[in-house]
């Protein structure tokens, strides 16, 4: 297979993942201890993946195709916060990898990604309805960043070594 | 290339905690500095709908969304049932501190505790 249409074939294959991921994570039920808003981000794995191992553009790519699949699933609010949050996330997370390289965590990667994808939800939220939300949900959404990264980051390590497998070539890069 | 980087550093654990200090702070500032409110409003589409008083209990509905239901009661409001799909609005709960929102947003609803005096919260922050 040629080059160029393995990389087309491995990152629909990625963008399913993430869009059945989400989809999986909406089935879970809220939890009713848990604030309004907070989720776990399971797609966020394949964003990371994809900006660490493939490349920041396609990072961008699967951020954009998740918004526009929010947008025509589940209507245009969704697709806006959705892409709002996926692009701030990789924004900030190939900062933080051009910035720091090799010295930065996967555990703090994974946190800073959560935390920027809910504060671009907050923002554009915030506009949407013209209000300052961000007063009384900043703390919530910066501690459910913290701990729902944790997660992610700890998945996406759990994963990493499978992933290899398939992928032999697709090591992580400096983006 | 092999991969260097670590999965956890001890220096992650200032950013953690530096995060949770951060979160810790703005939620005390928000609740100690709000003040109770003793007016709600309610936004369709950033216009102001409805002004109501939150010293009465009651149970009602606005005449542009008839599928959302709110409720008084105790001084605080709250979403009472909505039939958007994402319940965010319903589980945000009561709400009485002067600037506290509950948001619908597939409906584009917003409710507001106002506060009373003229010091808002706008301006501490």
Redesign the interface.
Known sequence: MSKSVRHVVYLGILFALAITLSWAESLIP?LPFL???VKLGLSNVVTMYCL?CIGWKEAFLIALLKGAFAFVT??A?AGF?SSAGGILSVLALLLCVRIFK???????LS??GA?CHNLGQLLV?SF??????Y??Y???L??S??FMG?IT?LLL?TV?PFLHNIAPDQ???SP | MNNHRKFFKKTDLLLIGGLCVLALILLLVVTLSSPKGTTAQIYLHDVCVMTCDLSEDSIFQIDQAPEVTFQIQDGKIRFLSSDCPDQVCVRTGFISLAGQTAVCLPHRLVVRIISDSPSDLDVII
Request: net charge positive; hydrophobic share 45%; proline share 12%.
């Open positions: 809220p604030p309004p808003g660490f589940r209507g609010t916060l090799q010295r930065v965590s996967y555990t703090a946190i800073t935390t939220a949407l309805v013209d209000t300052p939300l007063l009384f900043l703390p919530v910066l501690l960043g913290i944790a980051g390590r990493l090591r992580e890069v």
